[in-house]
């Protein structure tokens, strides 16, 4: 889904999902704490913000570094000399 965009851009898509839950849990628990019948307009709101999460969360999962800082550095082969271009003496 967002694979192909610009990391930068998807932070800002990430960030303004975060956001909007936020906002939809919040009213949700106004409602819910004055006694009040959620909405039609909330209860499809916060299905689709579920859907949606789901897809921007594998994006997210798919595009993540799977090392933690501090962690050594994965060993690379040594390259084999027979494969290796030598450069020419200029």
């Given at each position: 889904?967002?694979?192909?965009?610009?990391?930068?851009?998807?932070?800002?898509?990430?960030?303004?999902?975060?956001?909007?839950?936020?906002?939809l849990g919040t009213i949700q628990v106004v409602f819910a704490s004055l006694g009040l019948q959620d909405?039609?307009?909330?209860?499809?709101?916060?299905?689709?913000?579920?859907?949606?999460?789901?897809?921007?969360?594998?994006?997210?999962?798919?595009?993540?570094?799977?090392?933690?800082?501090?962690?050594?550095?994965?060993?690379?082969?040594?390259?084999?000399?027979?494969?290796?271009?030598?450069?020419?003496?200029?």
């Amino acid at each position: 889904m967002l694979n192909n965009v610009d990391p930068a851009v998807r932070q800002k898509i990430y960030q303004g999902l975060a956001v909007l839950g936020l906002v939809l849990g919040t009213i949700q628990v106004v409602f819910a704490s004055l006694g009040l019948q959620d909405s039609a307009w909330l209860t499809a709101s916060l299905a689709a913000f579920a859907y949606v999460s789901a897809a921007v969360g594998y994006t997210a999962q798919a595009n993540t570094n799977t090392f933690r800082t501090g962690d050594p550095a994965p060993e690379v082969a040594p390259e084999d000399p027979e494969f290796v271009e030598e450069s020419e003496d200029v």
